[in-house]
């Protein structure tokens, strides 16, 4: 799969996007680029200033990650009365934190933002969120029947792992759930991708480990070592961002090492790489002709062209992991692409900032479009 072809064939059929100019000037990325393992560690130190730091997010927007989320006995109950299967009760129980994630961020603020904020989130609570795109497993707690028998609606009786894809800035480590801020200044939205591009540097220093354990190609494992150096990078560019509009950036902890076998590394490489982090090049590509100041077009130029390889990289491992599995989970790995494919239009939606127009991301709109044509794109070229 050569994903940069499918992502130039999507820009260029948007309506409002000049495809032929979006080919990478290597004049316009004038950042320098870090090369070695210090400067990866070097980004806990320095990240936190200025003095302007805000804690850490409880709740808000999330990047994929793998969910864990309690699930009441009124979860439970309501998912009951719709079938009461694993899928429904995940669904339940993200549904009822998504409508408290969205009081928590309607609280306070002036109506007139209240109205604006509830037309974006114009569709039923929980439903977009709470898609099954991967795995997602409920557990409920072995005295579950006797908490149920309290008859407590607010009881927890069990939980629910839920690998729930969204696509954000790049790719996330296995295990780690990265919260955005409920903050919507321009500074904050630097500081959320900032830690975004941070949670890269482990996903890739943690994908190489994966690989190597594996048996992958040294130059899958070569290739993870350059990603890693390049999210530093760009953890860089968006922190330095973020602190030019007086917003600190909080650093983002080590995920603790996760068990995955071939098989998860496969799905979650699937989704998180080729999907998502292939669709965030797409943006930063279009951002990086959109964004109303050239500083920042050039930003974004630099982090497209390396989310390309990124983009590539993913294509290629995926590739690689095939010839390594049976033919059952080859099924499974291309049944979670073709999940998080068809789920990609709607979760889309989230990445649209019609408040921020300075970032130049696609509106509405324009996100459909681009959405629709890259997953038909990717459906076509792995069709052939
Ligand atoms: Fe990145
Ligand atoms: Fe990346």
Redesign the pocket.
């Known amino acids: 799969m050569e994903i940069k072809q499918v992502i130039f064939l999507a820009l260029m059929g948007c309506p409002n996007a000049d495809g032929q100019s979006l080919a990478l000037d290597e004049s316009e990325t004038s950042a320098e680029q870090p090369k070695s393992n210090e400067a990866v560690d070097s980004l806990k130190e320095t990240s936190t200033e200025p003095n302007t730091r805000r804690p850490p997010s409880k709740g808000g927007r999330s990047s994929s990650k793998q969910h864990q989320l309690a699930v009441t006995a009124a979860d439970h109950k309501a998912a009951h009365q719709v079938g009461g299967d694993c899928e429904s009760v995940c669904r339940q129980a993200v549904a009822r934190h998504q409508a408290e994630e969205r009081e928590r961020l309607l609280a306070g603020q002036p109506a007139e933002r209240q109205e604006r904020l509830k037309k974006r989130w114009r569709e039923p609570v929980g439903l977009r969120r709470a898609e099954k795109v991967g795995k997602c497993e409920y557990r409920s707690y072995d005295d579950a029947a006797e908490r149920l028998a309290k008859n407590d609606a607010d009881l927890v009786v069990g939980h629910v792992d839920c690998f729930s894809y969204f696509p954000g800035?790049?790719?996330p480590p296995m295990g780690l759930h990265l919260a955005r801020s409920s903050d919507t200044a321009l500074g904050a939205h630097y500081a959320d991708n900032a830690r975004?591009?941070h949670a890269?540097v482990y996903a890739f220093r943690q994908l190489r480990s994966q690989l190597a354990s594996l048996g992958a190609p040294d130059a899958l494992l070569k290739r993870c070592t350059q990603a890693a150096a390049?999210?530093v990078h760009?953890?860089r560019l968006m922190r330095q961002l973020a602190l030019d509009e007086g917003c600190g950036v909080e650093p983002v902890d080590e995920p603790a090492p996760i068990h995955a076998d071939r098989r998860e590394i496969a799905v979650f490489n699937a989704m998180s790489g080729c999907v998502a982090e292939s669709y965030?090049a797409l943006v930063a590509l279009w951002q990086s002709e959109h964004a109303l100041d050239p500083k920042l077009r050039a930003v974004y130029a630099q982090?497209a062209q390396?989310?390309l390889q990124?983009a590539q990289l993913s294509w290629d491992i995926y590739a690689w992991l095939k010839t390594t599995v049976g033919e059952a989970i080859q099924c499974e790995v291309d049944a979670a692409l073709q999940s998080a494919l068809d789920a990609l239009p709607a979760q889309a939606d989230h990445l649209c900032r019609p408040d921020l127009p300075l970032l130049g991301l696609p509106n509405a709109q324009e996100m459909q479009v681009l959405s629709q044509r890259f997953t038909e794109g990717v459906r076509s070229v792995l069709a052939a």
């Open positions: 800035s790049g790719r975004e591009e890269s390049e999210e760009h953890t965030a982090i390396d989310e990124h």
